[in-house]
């Protein structure tokens, strides 16, 4: 082996042969995907002309195109009501983990984590199964009771519903995050504060909450990104709520029908880039308020 | 032969830190949380009561309770294997193998990146940490449609590869093996083995990866959830059913039930999903303090 007898050159190439692998594989399915969605989106298949270049002309559509902008505002919805209240959930169900007060703590952490391992496919099947009012529970319970639920499948409940299965899923994942969190602030800091005459209320707002800071920007990052995907679940619930559940639900579902059903490749890269866009700029603003005077 | 001597092990004395009287536990917060089990744990219950019902049984029966008499967990678990020429283990070999080589593939090249971005200074390190980092809040189904277009055009659309390429990056993998290298690996040692000639690989295989072991475990299990809940991607990039994973054959044989024709399989449907369901829940929970201890090293820090 030769010495490396220019040792600063040698070193500074050296870390490409670990991190080469991972760049070029994702290069392969993150940046050449965004490179051809962006070419695509700049041309439009006309019946007479064939593939022609139209510069801006289909971003100036999605922007006016309502059916997307209502997708968007479904999501942006349920990011704003579904978002909040699970991970105030999740904090709750840490908070009491970490208390050290809770009767059979690691039952309680491993079945609130649970429902992360069942995949989001089978989740909504089964969330499926329970909303419908033939054999489902909701069904049932009209049975046995005698009443009539509200149909958690009509469109005016649909987006609720679907948030229920979400939450359902991540709670206890967002759950484990806050808690893994909570576990290494020092528990001295809540000795002392005791001493002081600190209630918990108070050891939770002043000690505890700003150390999981980090953590909790984090979570409500990926949680954001996670709406803006919406597929799955709507996808799924379409079968028994088809009219509920529109080819243009979410953002995603709409670049999905526009793609497959309605073959126009061209407007659903555009939607596909609209939409990235807006995701990261998002995220970027919550991380931007969230890191700031920390 | 070198005998290193050992000092034996020191009996640690019993510590006088929590000598203070341990809080007492609390009634009504066990109860709280009781409530948030209950929700979590109820429709996996209604899953196994569910799937011991047969198909006539399942619009009959109260969803909560078994019903009367019939006891059809066996004969469900049998059809579920056997319906349309056994295709289920088909699905569920298919599975095995986008697990194994997606999440085993994700795992390796976070692992080999990670490790390279916490213990080498190298030229472009910060693009690289920007172009990632930048990458993560790219919704990965907003990819999805642009990544079909241009693997239709590669001719890779309804093979394996087309599931198994997409999943081979974690930008999640690559932050946790990135944190855990930086801790648990130390530079000194890294130096020392330089100085001894071994190379870069030799170094990282016999040395570091012992030490990163609970960090693959976690990248491992995290990718493989990933891959198993993967039904967006599979979704457009097959048509033959042939290659399905297991999640868009379940919700086939459900939809068909909508369809002209087709037959009504609701409870091989809940058989099969509860089958998928134990599968991945003992894959959990055996490797617990596994992913426990990981999670909490990737939180860390931040």
Do not use: E
């Given at each position: 082996m030769a010495v490396a007898t220019v040792p600063r050159r040698r070193r500074s190439y050296r870390g490409w042969q670990f991190v080469g692998p991972f760049m070029i594989v994702f290069a392969l399915v993150f940046l050449a995907p965004i490179a051809y969605a962006i070419y695509l989106s700049l041309y439009r298949n006309r019946l007479i002309g064939g593939n022609a270049f139209v510069g801006l002309d289909n971003y100036t559509q999605v922007l006016q195109d309502s059916q997307f902008w209502s997708g968007v505002g479904r999501v942006g919805l349920f990011l704003v009501v579904q978002v909040p209240i699970m991970l105030f959930l999740a904090l709750l169900v840490a908070l009491a983990l970490d208390s050290?007060?809770?009767?059979g703590k690691s039952f309680f952490r491993v079945s609130i984590f649970l429902p992360y391992a069942v995949p989001a496919v089978v989740a909504a099947l089964m969330w499926g199964f329970i909303y419908?009012?033939?054999?489902?529970l909701i069904g049932n319970l009209n049975d046995a009771l005698g009443i009539t639920l509200p149909d958690p499948l009509k469109p005016s409940l649909i987006l609720a519903s679907i948030g229920n299965i979400s939450t359902w899923q991540f709670v206890g994942y967002n759950m484990l995050i806050f808690y893994s969190a909570l576990q290494?602030?020092?528990?001295s800091l809540y000795e002392s504060a005791a001493i002081d005459g600190a209630g918990q209320v108070r050891i939770i707002r002043s000690i505890k909450l700003p150390a999981i800071r980090g953590a909790l920007v984090i979570a409500t990052i990926f949680s954001i990104i996670g709406s803006f995907q919406l597929f799955n679940e709507p996808a799924i619930l379409r079968n028994l709520a088809p009219n509920a559940i529109?080819?243009?639900?979410?953002p995603n579902f709409y670049a999905y029908s526009l793609t497959f059903s309605g073959q126009q490749i061209n407007y659903s890269a555009a939607v596909a880039v609209v939409m990235a866009v807006i995701t990261m700029i998002v995220a970027y603003v919550v991380q931007l308020r969230g890191t700031k005077d920390l | 032969m070198t005998t290193t001597l050992q000092a034996p092990p020191v009996k640690k004395a019993p510590t006088m830190r929590n000598t203070r009287k341990r809080r007492k536990g609390s009634v009504t917060l066990t109860v709280l949380t009781a409530l948030m089990a209950v929700y979590s744990l109820f429709p996996l219950a209604w899953l196994l009561i569910n799937s011991t019902k047969t198909q006539a049984g399942l619009f009959s029966s109260f969803g909560l309770w078994f019903d009367d008499g019939k006891f059809a967990l066996f004969s469900n678990i049998a059809d579920t294997f056997t319906y349309n020429d056994g295709i289920f283990l088909r699905w569920l070999g298919n599975t095995a193998i986008y697990v194994v080589a997606g999440a085993g593939g994700a795992t390796f090249l976070a692992l080999l990146g990670g490790y390279g971005l916490a213990k080498f200074d190298f030229v472009g390190k910060k693009a690289v940490f920007a172009i990632v980092i930048g990458a993560v809040a790219v919704p990965p189904t907003a990819l999805a449609v642009p990544t079909f277009l241009m693997f239709s055009k590669m001719g890779l659309t309804n093979t394996p590869w087309a599931v198994i390429i997409p999943s081979l990056i974690s930008p999640f993998g690559l932050y946790l093996m990135w944190t855990f290298a930086a801790q648990a690996v130390p530079t000194e040692m890294l130096e020392a083995a330089r100085v001894d000639g071994a190379g870069e690989f030799r170094t990282l295989f016999r040395l570091s990866v012992p030490l990163l072991m609970p960090g693959i475990i976690t990248t491992l299990l995290f990718t493989m959830v990933a891959t198993m809940n993967n039904y967006f991607l599979p979704l457009i990039m097959l048509k033959n059913p042939d290659w399905y994973p297991l999640t868009v054959g379940l919700n086939s044989w459900n939809s068909q039930a909508a369809t002209a024709g087709g037959e009504a399989v609701f409870n091989l449907v809940i058989t099969g999903s509860l089958i998928t369901v134990v599968l991945l829940l003992a894959a959990f929970l055996s490797l617990q303090r596994y992913w426990q201890s990981g999670l909490a090293a990737g939180s860390v820090k931040e």
């Open positions: 050290g007060r809770l009767y419908g009012s033939q054999f489902g290494v602030v020092p528990k529109t080819t243009y639900f979410t | -």
